[in-house]
């Protein structure tokens, strides 16, 4: 038997080049490409952070239509006073003069920390100890479908890859049973699926959308008495689609189709457990408002993407709301309040139990909505669009609790301390999950394509 140590091609690389002025650039280039034939096998399988990450997993929380700061998480007093009396930033559009409007809600202090939530959201507001709330977010358009498309892609016009579709590329995944980014979304938002699209990334990095109810994942469980013949035939398809592979060289959309039905035939095996919430107790249960019978209220989604979460699913996606039936407050802001009810215990339900398990540490949990509402009319008792400022929070791996940062104006229109846009927003995320969003790019069309495009800077004051 021949024993003699045989180099790896890793080392032959370093071998072949090693007396070369061009060392250092030609080592670079063949090591990359030995990188990406060693993921080729596996696409998603998980990859070096660039550096050490915070958290590992994100769980998105994106409540559509334009969720109001004055009435949720920004108080302003003043603006009590001046209800009805002092013209300010009104109309649909934030394009007019309009007499202000009050808040509905009272605020409150939360927490130890005392961050003060308004009575829309008392169970989010007690655990505002575990959160960061941004009060100075800003983003650049006034129309639903741009600013949606926006928050998810960094893009505001042109599609993108959408920032779990980032995630999966630049993180893969811990477990190859489940898709590595999923999206619950009973219906779709503004700009529909492009906000969980994977745009020109490869196609494996999409988001799987999920609806809740009594078959959220259609078709996953085997057929009795099929499980030889699928077998068979699955193996039968990969051996056609990997010998077109190898005769036409590298097909993007060949390569993702067959990544898709390895997952979608490993999704039988794991899929139905991560669903079943049988053995889940009655206080967890409690804890998000859900009932044994439910499969699809906001409590049940929160808690699925818990147990999603727990099996190794690195960006989770709940959508709350539809393009048609949300936040969008135009008529009257007494809208706002069934919507917040239906959420809030979930929400905190979600975060509570994360915390009980040790995973909030290494969890992202990000609630966000497209832009903010004017502080004056829009007609008499609502509010309009307003991109120039909005709330939104982050708790988990990484952050620092129990802190407000940024503020704006005496009555919610602009901006006056640390702004936050959405390219920031999107760096900090990344940053977190130990990954430098100006190094986190794929080459499509000639030229290098990032979420932040070329803006963007991490918050380091949130960071702990």
């Known amino acids: 038997m021949d024993l003699t ?47 050490a990450p915070k958290a590992k997993r994100v769980i998105f929380l994106f409540s ?39 808040p509905r809600w009272a605020f409150k202090p939360g927490g130890k920390c005392g961050t003060q939530v308004s009575d829309l959201f008392p169970h989010i507001r007690e655990r505002m100890d575990d959160v960061c709330l941004i009060r100075s977010m800003s983003t650049d358009n ?58 020109f990334l490869p196609a494996y990095h999409q988001g799987t959308r999920v ?40 097909d993007g959309d060949m390569a993702a189709r067959i990544r898709s039905f390895e997952t979608a035939f490993k999704m039988q095996f794991e899929a139905p457990e ?13 804890l998000y408002g859900v009932n044994r019978a439910d499969t699809e209220s906001f409590g049940w989604q929160c808690l699925i993407a818990r147990r999603l979460a727990e099996r190794g699913v690195r960006f989770i996606e709940l959508i709350d709301g539809s393009s048609a039936k949300n936040w969008d407050s135009h008529g009257d802001m007494g809208e706002h309040e069934p919507l917040a009810k239906r959420i809030d215990k979930p929400i905190a339900g979600l975060l509570a139990d994360l915390k009980r398990l040790g995973m909030l540490d290494d969890t992202l949990v990000v609630w966000t909505t497209e832009f903010g509402r004017t502080p004056g009319q829009d007609g008499t008792k609502g509010r309009g ?41 999107h760096a900090t995320l990344l940053h977190l999950l130990g990954l430098d969003h100006e190094k986190l790019t794929y080459r499509h069309a000639g030229r290098d394509f990032r979420l932040t495009d070329v803006h963007g800077n991490v918050v380091k004051d949130i960071l702990k």
């Open 5 to 51: 140590p045989r180099p790896t091609r890793r080392a032959a690389i370093r071998s072949m080049v090693g007396g070369s002025l061009l060392f250092p650039g030609i080592v670079s280039q063949l090591l990359a490409a030995e990188e990406r034939r060693a993921t080729d096998a596996d696409p998603l399988a998980p990859k070096k952070p660039h550096f």
């Open 211 to 250: 609806l809740p109810g009594k078959e959220p994942v259609p078709n996953v469980k085997r057929q009795p008495g099929t499980d030889a013949l699928q077998e068979l035939e699955l193996g039968f398809a990969d051996a056609l689609n990997k010998t077109h592979l190898k005769t036409h060289g590298h």
């Open 64 to 102: 559509t239509g334009g969720v109001s700061q004055m009435d949720t998480f920004d108080p302003k007093p003043k603006l009590f006073a001046a209800d009805g009396k002092t013209l300010g930033v009104g109309g649909g559009l934030s394009l007019e003069k309009r007499p202000l409007l009050k």
């Open 274 to 286: 991560a669903f079943d919430l049988s053995k889940e107790t009655d206080a967890t249960l409690d």
């Open 385 to 425: 669009h307003h991109p120039a400022c909005f709330s939104s929070w982050i708790a988990g791996g990484g952050i620092k609790p129990g802190i407000a940062y940024g503020a704006t104006d005496d009555i919610a229109a602009t901006v006056i301390e640390k702004k936050v846009h959405v390219h920031d927003f």
């Open 142 to 199: 006034n129309e639903h479908f741009q600013a949606t498309l926006a928050i998810h892609t960094g893009s505001f016009f042109a599609a993108r890859p959408s920032i779990g579709s980032w995630v999966s590329y630049g993180l893969g995944t811990v477990n190859q049973n489940l898709p590595s980014f999923v999206v619950i979304a009973p219906q779709l938002p503004y700009a529909g699926t492009q906000v969980f699209a994977n745009d």
